[in-house]
């Protein structure tokens, strides 16, 4: 073991320097890569995340997050076998993107809230992309095309959604108790978990808010430092060659599959960058299906790419929570949605057309920034969805149960 780890330390020193040593030998263009992360952390993630941060972990202090979890825990137990604090995460995670879910996650297991195996569940299905990356930069900036959010969205969060179902069957059947907050309706109970949290937390709105500030901007800088790292680790893996081996076996692996072996950078890049990869699927060539690049650009959402990965690695350090089950996760749910694409491609045409009239036009001269009110929409719109699917889901299971037991 000491040999092993003696070994990787080497591996890993040498790869850091060779990278050192190919950002010397193309300077200029490490530069521009880097500008490139900088202005997508801008222009995007730091706008469509950092709202999102603050608002979860005033959330959280005010005992919002208790009140759901007491309201939804009949409901997300028997579903998704996490408390019924998973359905906020689920819904934070859908309606903010990554790394939201991940960081409600481990701020509940220091909670003791959820263990490992709810943790580990939690994670693999509420880790995905935020609308206002979804519509405002894949589906407008990269494709030019509003009414593909309506497919995208479909497969990535429809796809999500079966993840977590499945993830049920992940781990232990131990469970975190139920909180103790008394007898009396559903509803009761839930507001007086919610003052009880809020007693308990005992700060000061000006306290929380200067916490929430605080740590927020902290998680927003690792993100946009880990984007613009690995913008620039890949572009000088490009330009050294390195990369031509991994193109041509992705190339080989499309080709199996059905799929256009052109889409093999957009898929390469987005192993690495969510965002470099969708960008490289919408400019892939014009022989291609818009379909395959479609899917091509729902597969990379999915998997998040290894800058989110990082990021989720940061976050779940200081837990006991395990990244393989993650990672095995997002590569079924990159493979789900991907397929999902082509499976809703025709039934969900008129739908996106009809979205594509009725949505506000984005100029591109005015950027996403132009774009955001309606796109904190749309996330307000995913979140009271969330809520309302879990609800829907459980009426769904109760009458299931009823049935099977009357048969």
């Known amino acids: 073991m000491k040999n092993f780890s003696a070994w990787t330390t080497i591996a890993m020193a040498a790869g850091m320097m060779a990278v050192a040593f190919l950002m010397l030998a193309y300077p200029s263009q490490s530069l521009a890569a880097a500008l490139r992360g900088l202005a997508i952390w801008w222009d995007i993630l730091f706008p469509a995340l950092l709202p999102f941060f603050v608002i979860a972990e005033l959330m959280l202090g005010f005992g919002v997050v208790h009140f759901f979890g007491a309201l939804f825990d009949p409901m997300m137990r028997p579903l998704f076998r996490v408390p019924g604090i998973g359905g906020f995460v689920m819904a934070m995670g859908f309606a903010s993107g990554y790394p939201v879910g991940a960081r409600l996650t481990a701020q509940l297991w220091e909670q003791r809230l959820v263990n490992r195996d709810e943790g580990e569940r939690l994670v693999a299905f509420t880790t995905s992309s935020d609308p206002i990356f979804l519509i405002g930069a894949v589906s407008v900036g990269f494709f030019h095309n509003v009414g593909l959010a309506v497919v995208l969205a479909a497969a990535h969060y429809g796809s999500g959604l079966i993840i977590g179902l499945l993830m049920r069957f992940h781990g232990s059947k131990e469970q975190t108790p139920v909180e103790n907050v008394s007898s009396g309706p559903l509803l009761r109970r839930a507001l007086r978990a919610m003052h009880q949290a809020r007693i308990s937390d005992g700060r000061s709105f000006g306290e929380m808010l200067r916490d929430a500030l605080q740590s927020s901007l902290k998680l927003i800088l690792v993100v946009g430092g880990l984007v613009v790292f690995f913008c620039v ?21 499309l080709q199996a599959a059905g799929i256009p072996p052109e889409l093999s950078q957009a898929v390469v890049g987005g192993l690495f960058e969510v965002t470099m990869g969708a960008k490289a699927a919408a400019a892939a060539g014009a022989q291609l299906t818009l379909a395959s690049k479609v899917a091509i650009a729902a597969f990379v959402l999915s998997w998040s790419g290894l800058s989110v990965h990082a990021q989720i690695v940061s976050l779940l350090n200081r837990t006991n929570l395990r990244y393989l089950p993650f990672a095995a996760a997002r590569l079924v749910h990159a493979l789900m949605a991907s397929a999902l694409v082509f499976v809703l491609w025709k039934p969900l045409a008129p739908a996106a057309e009809a979205w594509a009239a009725s949505v506000p036009a984005f100029s591109a001269e005015n950027g996403l920034h132009a774009a955001l009110p309606f796109l904190y929409s749309q996330s307000g719109l995913v979140f009271v969805g969330c809520m309302t699917m ?15 037991r009357r048969a």
């Open 233 to 253: 680790f890949l572009e000088v893996l490009t330009l050294s060659g390195v990369m031509d081996g991994l193109y041509g076996a992705v190339s080989f692996a």
């Open 390 to 404: 879990i609800t829907a889901l459980y009426a769904v299971y109760r009458a299931a149960r009823f049935v099977i």
